[in-house]
């Protein structure tokens, strides 16, 4: 019993001058952590506002805005580590092997981030133009460090990972698209009052650009019919609507200008059976 209680006693002496000896250093380590914290977001908002100024794309300002508020707090966390004695060389070397540990079992991971460094800044395509990539495209919504998010016409979300991007392929149409529509005319008599026709409905749609300009001409002919292509410019997010609208129309238009269309073309071929004697 006098022995447990001896036990208990010495670690009662001993957590006691662990305290004294201690207690201070870890207070004022947790204070150097705390003011780092809050030092380190008055850093970040102060560069933020100062990188608006120079028009940054969002996701490249995000990047160095999270970067300077990284330091603030690794330079404050030295700081405190310093403060309770810790060696920071075998910390060091520690973290460097734990490191190249994690980068092997996180390759896709860190694939995605280097990725994500060289689209935001070789800036192959922005926030709001429309791109093909990968079997997929739709308008930029965001750039990320790991993804990048692409808005379609069903309001649904694609997230690309940014690894499938690099050293890809890459359509970027910008903020416009052009239209390729077909309208097939039966007779030459009727071309000039066609071209007219489609012309108009092209001028008459408010959603269509004015510059560049739209192209309407000949595209080919056959013994059957020739074909007029129609090619406006619209914004990206209208391109399948405005397409639908301008068909429609067309459709209206050169009926009332007593424009006709192709017949249908039905191919017969007859085969002679010879019967057996």
């Given at each position: 019993m006098?022995?447990?209680l001896?036990?208990?006693e010495q670690?009662?002496?001993?957590?006691?001058?662990?305290?004294?000896k201690?207690g201070p250093?870890?207070?004022?380590?947790i204070?150097i952590l705390?003011v780092?914290?809050?030092?380190g977001?008055w850093?970040g908002?102060v560069?933020?506002?100062?990188?608006?100024?120079l028009q940054?794309e969002?996701?490249v300002?995000?990047?160095l805005?999270?970067?300077?508020?990284?330091?603030?707090?690794?330079?404050f966390?030295?700081?405190a580590?310093?403060?309770?004695g810790?060696e920071?060389?075998p910390?060091?070397?520690?973290?460097?092997?734990a490191?190249a540990g994690?980068a092997?079992?996180?390759q896709g991971?860190?694939?995605?981030l280097?990725?994500?460094?060289?689209i935001?800044?070789?800036?192959?395509f922005r926030?709001?133009?429309y791109?093909a990539?990968?079997?997929?495209?739709?308008q930029?919504e965001?750039?990320?460090?790991?993804s990048?998010k692409l808005?379609q016409g069903?309001c649904?979300?694609?997230?690309?990972p940014?690894?499938k991007?690099?050293?890809e392929i890459l359509?970027?149409?910008g903020h416009i698209?052009q239209?390729d529509?077909?309208v097939?005319?039966?007779?030459a008599d009727?071309?000039?009052?066609?071209?007219?026709?489609?012309a108009?409905?092209?001028k008459?749609n408010?959603?269509?650009?004015?510059?560049?300009?739209?192209f309407?001409?000949?595209?080919?002919?056959t013994?059957?019919?020739i074909?007029?292509?129609?090619?406006?410019?619209v914004?990206a997010?209208d391109?399948?609507s405005v397409g639908?609208?301008i068909n429609?129309?067309i459709?209206?238009?050169?009926r009332?200008?007593?424009v006709d269309?192709p017949p249908?073309e039905r191919?017969i071929r007859?085969?002679?059976?010879?019967?057996?004697?």
């Amino acid at each position: 019993m006098q022995n447990q209680l001896a036990v208990i006693e010495q670690a009662q002496n001993t957590l006691i001058d662990l305290g004294i000896k201690f207690g201070p250093k870890v207070v004022v380590a947790i204070l150097i952590l705390v003011v780092g914290f809050y030092a380190g977001r008055w850093v970040g908002a102060v560069f933020n506002r100062w990188l608006g100024k120079l028009q940054l794309e969002p996701p490249v300002q995000l990047l160095l805005v999270r970067l300077a508020r990284l330091m603030v707090v690794g330079l404050f966390l030295i700081m405190a580590l310093q403060n309770l004695g810790i060696e920071l060389l075998p910390l060091i070397a520690g973290l460097g092997l734990a490191g190249a540990g994690v980068a092997l079992a996180m390759q896709g991971v860190l694939g995605n981030l280097v990725a994500g460094l060289t689209i935001i800044f070789t800036q192959p395509f922005r926030v709001g133009e429309y791109v093909a990539i990968v079997g997929v495209e739709g308008q930029v919504e965001e750039i990320d460090l790991f993804s990048t998010k692409l808005s379609q016409g069903d309001c649904s979300m694609v997230i690309v990972p940014n690894r499938k991007i690099v050293g890809e392929i890459l359509h970027n149409y910008g903020h416009i698209r052009q239209l390729d529509l077909r309208v097939a005319i039966a007779r030459a008599d009727d071309l000039e009052r066609a071209l007219t026709a489609i012309a108009e409905v092209v001028k008459a749609n408010s959603r269509v650009l004015s510059q560049p300009a739209a192209f309407i001409g000949v595209r080919n002919l056959t013994d059957a019919s020739i074909g007029v292509a129609v090619k406006p410019w619209v914004k990206a997010p209208d391109y399948s609507s405005v397409g639908a609208e301008i068909n429609l129309a067309i459709i209206e238009k050169i009926r009332a200008a007593g424009v006709d269309y192709p017949p249908s073309e039905r191919k017969i071929r007859i085969v002679s059976v010879q019967e057996p004697h």
